[in-house]
Structures are given as structure tokens and as C-alpha cells.
């Protein structure tokens, strides 16, 4: 079984970079076939897929967010990390971290799924304000 808790700060200022922590237990995070993502739900609105990192290292962003957004990992530490820049009132929102375990060899479109995760943390709220 897998536990999940996202960490970081509630109150982020616009311009300045967003960085939240999820540390897992249960299983390490280099465990084959272990997707490790990060979603977010602004108020009102569905669930968002940001991107993921795979038990290889390997990562995958949102087109969308890509260019703004870094999924990382402390295997030492077993955490994941997602770092999100140029934050604005409009990345306010929920952010969970969540699991997936596939292996499926065309795996992004089951990694946007939310469906599809296996594991998810409580969330965290983090509001833009100056």
C-alpha cells in the first residue's frame, strides 16, 4: 500500500515559483512500473494533469504546462518534487500528487487519466496572492 503527502507552501506571490514536495511510503519510488504524477483542481474546474515521473527517472509534462513546469526526484528521500514558474492567480488551486502502477508500454494517456491512478495524497492548497 502506498501513502502519499504532498508538502509545500499555501501562499505563493504572482511572478514567483511554485515548489511542492509529495513523499511516498510503501514502496520506493524506483519500484518498476511506478508512475509518480502531479495533478491539480483549481476552484470550479476538473482536475488537470501536469506531468509525471516514472520509476526510471523518465518524465512527462502537459504540453500545455511544459514549458513552465519541472517534475524531480530525491530517491534518498523517496519524494518527488514539482516545481512550477511564473505563478499567477490562475494556478490557484488543489494540488494532489497520485500513483500509478502499469506497464503499459504507450503509458501517457493512462497517466492523464485520474481514473486510472492507484494512489493519491490528500492535496494541497496553494493560493497567488501578493
Known amino acids: 500500500q502506498v501513502q502519499l503527502r504532498e508538502s509545500g507552501p499555501g501562499l505563493v506571490k504572482p511572478s514567483q515559483t511554485l515548489s511542492l514536495t509529495c513523499t511516498a511510503s510503501?514502496?520506493?519510488?524506483?519500484?518498476?512500473?511506478?508512475?509518480w504524477i502531479w495533478v491539480r483542481q483549481p476552484p470550479g474546474k476538473g482536475l488537470e494533469w501536469m506531468g509525471a515521473?516514472?520509476?526510471?527517472?523518465?518524465?512527462y509534462y502537459n504540453p500545455s504546462l511544459k514549458s513552465r513546469t519541472s517534475i524531480s526526484r530525491d530517491t534518498s528521500k523517496n519524494q518527488f518534487t514539482l516545481q512550477l514558474t511564473s505563478q499567477s492567480p490562475e494556478d490557484a488551486a488543489v494540488y494532489y500528487c497520485?500513483?500509478?502502477?502499469?506497464?503499459?508500454?504507450?503509458?501517457?494517456?493512462?497517466?492523464?487519466?485520474?481514473?486510472?491512478?492507484?494512489?493519491w495524497g490528500q492535496g494541497t492548497q496553494v493560493t497567488v496572492s501578493p
Open positions: 510503501g514502496e520506493p519510488i524506483t519500484n518498476t512500473y511506478y508512475y
Open positions: 497520485a500513483a500509478r502502477v502499469t506497464s503499459v508500454l504507450e503509458v501517457v494517456d493512462t497517466l492523464k487519466d485520474p481514473n486510472e491512478y492507484d494512489y
Open positions: 515521473i516514472a520509476y526510471s527517472g523518465r518524465t
